[in-house]
Every structure is written in C-alpha cells, then in structure tokens.
C-alpha cells in the first residue's frame, strides 16, 4: 500500500512492491495473480484504514456542513500524519491514456463514492429542512470534493497541517453563499475567516 501511497501505480515497480513484501515475483503473482489486483487490494486496505477516518462519519454528522467541515478538516489531518503524504486514491491514478483502464476505473469509481456520499448527505439536509429546496447537492458535493483532492495534491507538494487547516476553513467560509446564495453573517462563521 505505502508503495502505490508514494509512488503510484505506475512507477511501483515490481521490485519495489516485492522489497517491500519481503517476497519474491513469483511469491507475488502467486498470490495476488497481477500487479494490477494487488494494487485494488491496497486500495482495499487504504480504504479501510488511513481513509476511514475521513467518510465514515459523514452520514452521523447532525449537520450537512459539520458533514463537510468534518472531510475537510479530517482530510488535513489524515494527509499530514506521516509518509507518505496525500490521499493515495486521488494521487496514485495514472496520468497518461496508455494506462491500465482497470486501475484508473478502480481509482475513478472510489473518488465518484465519496462525491455519492456528501450527495446523499446535501439530500438528506433538503429533506430535513436544514437546506432550501433546490439546493444544488451535485454541484455542492463536487465542489467539495475538488477541494478536498487539491488538499491531496498540495500535501504531496509538503504544505503543512496548519495549511490544509486553513484551506478547510476558506473552503467552508463559503457555505452560507453556496447552499443559499446568501453570504455567511453568522458570529461563529467570522472566526474562521
């Protein structure tokens, strides 16, 4: 997994994978069958432990926007603990159309789930009340996710935690204006501008 985390499918080489399992190739491919399908079972494995933490409480959230600062102050946490740095499921896609579609599909579809996440939570705040009718959830949920892959992006380029922090709270400086299309007045909203 810290292999595809640092180095992403492609440039994981297959002695890199094989030192780091302390196996041999035909160990590996004996095990795994390609590198391809060890690389969904450490995004398996990404998913269930260093991105848990992250989608897993979206939906217990009270609030919509706690849902939201929640990613987005969770991310910067989980992106900033240690090496590597980032969220492999947006930094370990491949970058070339010659690339293995299996593995772009795989990473495609796990960035798709999260958007489908926040989605189903906006939904749930129109249905509640807590957000107007006709409140954009698509575009909201996209809109957030964008900003929580560019954390990603800007943690693998060494921007600190206090940094992404601060990105979080720019990010969602904007949610009165974007849910409403009022902007933001409230006392508790001024403090993290």
Known sequence: ?????????????????????????????????????????????YVETEGGGIWDRVESMPTAREAVEHVLRASALAFTQGEPRGCLVVLAAPQSDGSTAAVCDELKSRRAENVVILEARLDRAVAEGELPPGTDSHGIAQYFATVQHGMSIQARDGASRETLLAIADCAMAGWERLTTGQADTSPASAGTR
Not at 4 to 11: D, P, R, S, T
Not at 29 to 40: D, H, I, P
């Open 1 to 45: 997994m810290e292999v595809f985390w640092a180095k992403g499918y492609e440039h994981a080489s297959m002695a890199d994978l094989t030192r780091a399992m302390g196996i041999n190739s035909p160990s590996l491919y004996a095990a795994f069958g390609s590198k391809e399908a060890l690389f969904k079972e450490a995004v398996k494995l």
